[in-house]
Nanobody, 127 residues
């Protein structure tokens, strides 16, 4: 079983930046893909970005491409989400997740592909 824990959420002004971190533990060998999702209360969870844990490859939500960057450090069993030029509409709780499925751009964007989720970290962007 894989466990993931997010950190780095905060309150920032519009135009600012944040870097979220996600640390994985447990059966690391079960991880093939990791991703970030966001969710506002009362809304559906939305795909943000994903990364191939076993090699190269990333995928982004079209609306976030260019502002957000996902990266990994497999030696630290961690992934990161660098968020730049933040907007008030980026306000949400951000969740990290891991998947036992081989990375593909399409599958990695689906929440159903992931079987381990963190508790989330809150990002609030004020205007």
């Amino acid at each position: 079983q894989v466990h993931v824990v997010e950190s780095g959420g905060s309150s920032v002004q519009a135009g600012g930046s944040l870097r979220l971190s996600c640390a994985a533990s447990g059966h690391i060998s079960d991880i093939y893909t990791m991703g970030w999702f966001s969710q506002d209360p009362g809304k559906e969870r939305e795909f943000v970005a994903s990364i191939n844990w076993r090699g190269d490859g990333t995928q982004y939500a079209d609306s976030l491409r260019g502002r957000f960057t996902i990266s990994k450090d497999t030696a630290k069993y961690s992934i990161y989400l660098q968020m730049n030029s933040l907007k008030p509409e980026d306000t949400a709780k951000f969740y990290c997740a891991s998947s036992p499925l081989t990375f593909t751009p399409i599958i990695s964007s689906r929440g159903t592909a992931y079987n381990a989720w963190g508790q989330g970290t809150q990002v609030t962007v004020s205007s």
